[in-house]
């Protein structure tokens, strides 16, 4: 709503004070003089017709607003000079209250100007009927009180002007915010069940508040299936224990992708403690999750080569002893060569040896096998299920591939693996003895020529 709007708006509301102030005049008028003179007083209701028809047309609204202040002089002098008692006297100074409606300058300095020139020529003129114990100099305070209520009115305006126009700064300021975070606010109204959201909806889902026809169905229906009990829980927790919510979920967006959405709501009573209406926010917080994903994938995963790293490894062996998934075999590969061709071509291309070499080792191995990086040239291979017979065919292929040539640039790049091997077959799981056991293997096999696989003597069958 803008300024002009606001204006008529108050407009409206002054001329049903006036049209009170008229109807109140004409019952006492029936009442104390038993008269049915339905057009007294006069002035009252040519005034108010004539404010009916400006503020009808809705032009000048701000010219109107004066003319409603000067209206409401005119009815009330001309009704204390028809009647000059000090009840209307009174009346008279409610109209510097009913100016400060409009919280407008203008009008509070015209009510102003026209209280002290009409209460003071009242107090003159009718100061025998009005005021019968007061002398005339007495107006010196009729002008005093004249003054100090324009004054008030004055601070009062711009103090409360000030006040608005900081809550409309905040306001945006609030406004920007929410936008740039991707917040929406959402209020469903449980006495008609209509759902209002903001327009913060359409950064989130791509669709416009209108698009959701106030249905709340409509909302719930863009959720995942596999979150929706989540909001049902939600639901029940606000409209039956009567308690505010927090949760995450992921609904879909107009392009058909799902983004992770944080849904805080809180139920709100009457005066009667009975239930109004449910309200809240949404807030986006895909980059958050994501973040929160990539935190955890990098946890767990080698960032180079995107192989699980020690820790998950630790957490893959633990869980196929539990499974029982024994015997298990342990690999430790080392690359043979690894420094020269480093120190030959440079980081890039050690780095691009050792994500070619993740890729082939994955290539050889089940889904149920692991295949972790271990820091520099140095992998870890698990096999669930695997004695030392299939650990070595398995051994014999990574041979194999890994001594086929890398080209970086054009140029062969030979390196060859050194494994060694170490099967366990039940007992307690002490994957750091293994993985010592199967290091020792592999530099066995160095020591062996380089470029085979080794098996360590503590496991049940020993291959060269």
């Known amino acids: 709503m803008n300024r002009l709007q606001e204006i008529h708006r108050r407009n409206v509301l002054m001329l049903k004070l006036l049209w009170s102030f008229y109807g109140i005049a004409l019952a006492v008028n029936l009442i104390m003089d038993k008269s049915i003179d339905v057009i007294y007083p006069p002035v009252g209701l040519l005034v108010g017709l004539i404010m009916l028809l400006l503020v009808n047309s809705r032009r000048v609204p701000e010219i109107v607003m004066l003319l409603m202040i000067v209206s409401l002089y005119v009815f009330f002098v001309s009704h204390a000079i028809i009647y000059p008692y000090s009840i209307n006297y009174i009346f008279l100074g409610l109209v510097p209250l009913f100016a400060l409606l409009y919280l407008d300058f203008r009008a509070v300095l015209l009510s102003g100007g026209l209280y002290l020139a009409s209460a003071a020529y009242l107090f003159i003129r009718f100061r025998d009927n009005m005021f019968p114990e007061t002398a005339a100099n007495d ?8 003054a100090f209520t324009t004054v008030f009115s004055f601070l009062f305006t711009r103090y409360t002007k000030s006040l608005w126009l900081k809550a409309e700064k905040n306001g945006i300021q609030l406004s920007n915010i ?23 909806i359409v950064h989130i889902t791509g669709w416009p508040p209108e698009a959701f026809k106030g249905d709340y169905h409509l909302l719930t229906g863009l959720v995942l299936p596999a979150d929706k009990p989540r909001i049902m829980q939600a639901q029940k927790e606000m409209v039956l224990d009567k308690r505010s919510v927090n949760l995450e979920c992921r609904i879909y967006d107009k392009d058909g992708e799902y983004r992770w959405t944080q849904i805080r709501g809180t139920p709100l009573f009457n005066e009667l403690g009975h239930l109004e209406r449910l309200e809240g926010v949404i807030i986006d917080i895909t980059e958050r999750k994501r973040l929160e994903e990539q935190v955890e994938y990098l946890a767990y995963h080698d960032e180079l080569t995107g192989l699980p790293n020690r820790a998950l490894f630790q957490m893959k062996f633990d869980q196929y002893v539990h499974d029982g998934m024994t015997p298990l075999t342990i690999m430790f590969i080392d690359l043979d060569n690894f420094k020269e061709v480093n120190d030959a071509f440079g980081h890039t291309a050690g780095d691009l040896l050792l994500k070619e070499t993740a890729g082939r080792l994955c290539s050889h191995i089940r889904d149920s096998d692991t295949v972790c990086r271990l820091g520099g040239d140095e992998f870890l291979v698990l096999l669930s299920a695997s004695d030392q017979r299939h650990a070595s065919k398995v051994a014999e292929r990574i041979i194999g591939s890994l001594s086929e040539p890398y080209y970086y640039q054009g140029y062969p790049l030979v390196t060859t693996p050194s494994i060694g091997i170490c099967v366990y077959d039940g007992g307690p799981g002490d994957l750091d003895r293994l993985i010592r056991e ?12 380089r470029n085979q696989y080794y098996v360590h003597p503590s496991s049940l069958e020993a291959t060269v």
């Open 139 to 146: 107006v010196i305070y009729i002008v005093i009180f004249g």
């Open 438 to 449: 199967a290091d020792e293997a592999m530099y066995e096999a160095k020591r062996e020529g």
């Open 178 to 200: 929410l936008e740039n975070v991707k917040i929406a606010t959402w209020s469903f109204d449980l006495s008609v069940g209509v759902m209002t959201l903001s327009d913060g």
